[in-house]
Every structure is written in C-alpha cells, then in structure tokens.
C-alpha cells in the first residue's frame, strides 16, 4: 500500500511542437498549468496475484463533508472506488485505520480463508501507517506489517516503481486534453478530477504494469540482484539506434529534390508554381477549418462545465457511530445518492403541490374576481335601470305639475271672469223707470273717484231699528 498526491491542476513534463522563434524567446518551455491547486490523495493497493484494491481518494473538505458534485462522474455499478476527505487532503491517523478496517480487511479477508491465515501488508514508515491502533488491530485480525526503510521506496516499492509514474502520466494527458477541449475558459475543480483520474488509473493499473512492479523491485519473483544492478555507481550505455532508425525515411532528400526537378522541367514551371499556390491555399483552408472546429467543441465542452457548476452542492452526511474518519464504499455513496433523489423528490413533490395550491388560489382568487366584477356590473346594470325609472317618474311628475299649474290657471282665469260677469250683472238688473239726463263729465269723473270694486250694503245693527220705531 502506497500514497499517491495529485495537485489536479498541474501538469507533468510533456513533449510539444512550437516553433524556433518562441523558443528562442523562452516561451512554453515549462509545464503547463490550469492554475488550480487543489491537493487530492491516493491511497493505492496491489497484491502479488495481481489483484487491485479499490483505491481511496481523499478530497480536501474544510466542511469534514464529501459533496455529491464532487461525485456526479462515479457510476457505484460499475466502478470500485472508495473516498474519504480531511482538512488538507492529505491522509491521517484517522483515514489510514478506516482504510485498514473497511478496504484492506474486507476486500483481502476472502483470499486468506476469511481471515483464517495470515496476510502480509508492505507499507511506508509513515505515521498514519505506524501507531497503536493501526498495529493493534492487524495484530488480532492476523496481519502482518511490513515497513520499507527510509529513502528506499523508490527502488523496493512497486507502486512507485511501474505504477505511480504511467498513472501520473496518464492523467496529465487527460487533464491536457481536457484544458484543449474548454480552451482553457474554465478552471479545474474537484468536481472535475474523477473523469480525468478514473481513466488514467483504470490504464495505469493494468496487470502487466503490476507484474513488472514486482519484478523490478525483486520481490516476486524473489532477485535482490536486481535492486543492487539498480544502485550501481556504473553509468548506463543509452542507445538510441532504434529511434534514429525510426527517424528515418524510406527515399532519401536528394532523391527527391530530382523527382521535383524532373517533374518540373516535363510539366513546366509556371504549372509547377500555380500547384504550389493552389496547395498552398487548399491546406490553408483545411487548417482554418480544423482550428475553427476544435474551437466550437471547446466552447461547447466549456457550456457544458458551466451548466454542471451551476448546479447547487449538497453534503454527503453519513451516519458514524466510532466518530472520526468516514470511508464512502460504492454501496454507501449508492445509499447516500438514492437518499439524495429521494430527498430531491420529495422536495420537488412539495414544491409541485405547493405550485398547484398556488394556481388553485390564483383560480379561485380569479373566480372571485370574476364574480365580484359581475356583481358590480349588475348592481350598475340595477343602478343605471333605477336612474331611468327615476328619471322617468320625475319627468312624468314634473310633466303633471306642468299641466296641473296649467289646469289651475285654467281654473283661475275662468273664475276670475264668472266673478267679473257677477260684479257686472246688478247694473245690468236695475230698472230704468226715470231717465234722468246726466252730464257724462261728471258721470266720468264720479266713476273715476269711485272704487273699481263695488260696496256691499251696510246695514245698522238691529238695536238701531228698535230706537226708531
């Protein structure tokens, strides 16, 4: 069992083509970089069967929790993976125990008769290999820890050896790839890391490299002349015949600047020229064309890293009864998803009801303002009909005064003229025995002193007529 540290977004050393102005210029001469630096470990195990133990990933988690982005490329079907999170993304006490107990006792248990043998675990002198619980419990559960000495790991390991170096290979390969394809307009995240390293890994740890991870150290089969060849002051003899040989071409140079001369000299110069132009122009185009392409893939890969990011992230709680580290199995990452959906569910289940009660308010607000609004037009419609009754009565009323005060002067006017045939009508009654010839002057002038209204005749009171007779 090995660590492995991946800083996800710097890249090994790896060869390039550019040309000989930008090297003299001192330009992409370094590694490049997506400038994140984000620490993931890699807790790594083999076996000299060639079996490979689920590897552990360890994300740097301030919150102590694994989010479920972080884990969206990781089929638990499918592919064996555990992961755990500290602080700093390195491992601890903590992590190295829980690796002990939940990766390497149950996924070797079923080799050693379940647990009935002994087994035998190579590690690191490091300090969350080597303290009192760890040993402890390899000690009840039958298994032997064996440490390598300081500052030799990179000889008698096997892991560092035939496996780390091609795994870290492999990965700045799909990080390069994956910085093309975005074009470099979005950053590396955690989230990111488990496409680019499940493949690398996958390839990386294959079974011949496992093989000649324990050949080269001599431990299987067992040849410690190999790691003393190894740390021989002797320098070694590069060869490089067989790459020269690669280099070279089948026609050589000469041969074909005479091909070009006499095919020059039988078609003509100028043909020969405007073919050139014509070739020219014509890989031109293709190029463009490639780079414009490649462009639109990227911008396409980058819309699609985007839209994932946007998606909101969520704590992986899992229930601990020992307390401390937490290693997620496939199983539990499935149980943890599936509880996540069903969560998600139900929420949208709320929220889709809630959305209903809030249309069926919404429905039966406009139903009440529906009928609020007919209400009010019928009670204009009631208004606006008594307006005209009362209208109509007040005209028939003020038409019937009309023709009452007419009536009534009618009346007035021929009363007035019964009284005025009255007042004339005595005159008219008196006899005319004695015609008496009489100045009309004074006549005139008596009618004219006289008011127009006639006097009754006042009679004396009764008592008077006693005292005359």
């Not at 039958?142 to 560092?160: G, Y």
């Not at 009670?379 to 009362?390: G, L, N, T, W, Y």
């Not at 025995?433 to 006639?454: C, F, K, N, Y």
Request: glycine share 4%.
């Amino acid at each position: 069992m090995d660590e492995k540290g991946f800083c996800i977004g710097q890249l090994t050393k790896m060869k390039r083509v550019f040309s000989k102005t930008a090297y003299e210029r001192g330009l992409l001469k370094g590694a490049g970089t997506d400038g994140s630096q984000t620490w993931v470990t890699i807790l790594a195990s083999i076996s000299m069967a060639g079996v490979v133990l689920p590897p552990t990933i360890i994300f740097e988690a301030q919150s102590g929790y694994l989010q479920d982005t972080w884990l969206q490329d990781f089929n638990p079907a499918k592919q064996r993976c555990m992961f755990a999170c500290s602080l700093t993304g390195w491992t601890n006490n903590e992590i190295g125990f829980c690796w002990l107990s939940e990766v390497f006792e149950k996924q070797s248990k079923g080799t050693a008769r379940n647990g009935r043998n002994m087994r035998l675990l190579v590690i690191n002198g490091y300090g969350s290999h080597i303290n009192n619980s760890f040993l402890n419990f390899c000690d009840t559960h039958r298994i032997v820890v064996a440490v390598f000495f300081p500052h030799l790991t990179h000889r008698l390991q096997p892991l560092d050896m035939s496996l780390f170096s091609p795994l870290a290979t492999y990965y700045a390969q799909n990080l390069n790839n994956w910085i093309m394809e975005c074009q470099a307009l979005s950053h590396l995240q955690k989230s990111d890391f488990f496409k680019l390293f499940w493949p690398a890994f996958e390839k990386a740890f294959s079974p011949s490299n496992i093989a000649s991870g324990w050949r080269k150290t001599g431990l299987h089969p067992f040849d410690p002349s190999i790691v003393l060849k190894q740390v021989s002051t002797q320098p070694e003899l590069h060869q490089d015949d067989a790459s020269s040989k690669a280099l070279s071409t089948h026609i050589p140079k000469a041969a074909w600047r005479r091909l070009r001369k006499e095919f020059a000299v039988q078609m003509g110069k100028s043909f020969i020229t405007e073919m050139d132009k014509f070739e020219a122009k014509l890989f031109k185009i293709k190029v463009e064309n490639e780079v414009l392409e490649h462009e639109n893939q990227g911008l396409k890969e980058a819309v699609k890293l985007e839209q994932r990011r946007r998606k909101g992230r969520k704590a992986m709680k899992m229930p601990n009864k020992h307390g401390g580290a937490v290693i997620y199995t496939p199983s539990k990452v499935q149980a943890i998803c599936d509880a996540n959906i069903a969560k998600e569910q139900a929420e949208q289940q709320k929220q889709q009801e809630k959305h209903e009660k809030q249309l069926q308010k919404q429905a039966a607000k406009q139903i009440q303002r529906e009928a609020k609004a007919q209400r009010r037009q019928d009670r204009e419609k009631a208004q606006s009909k008594r307006r005209a009754q009362k209208e109509a009565e007040s005209q028939q009323k003020q038409e019937a005064r009309e023709q009452h005060a007419i009536d009534r002067q009618v009346q007035n006017e021929v009363k007035h003229q019964a009284r005025y045939r009255q007042k004339q009508l005595p005159l008219s009654n008196q006899p005319q025995d004695d015609v008496v010839e009489v100045d009309l002057r004074e006549d005139d002038a008596e009618a004219s002193s006289r008011p127009s209204r006639p006097q009754r005749d006042r009679r004396a009171p009764r008592r008077f007529d006693e005292e005359i007779q």
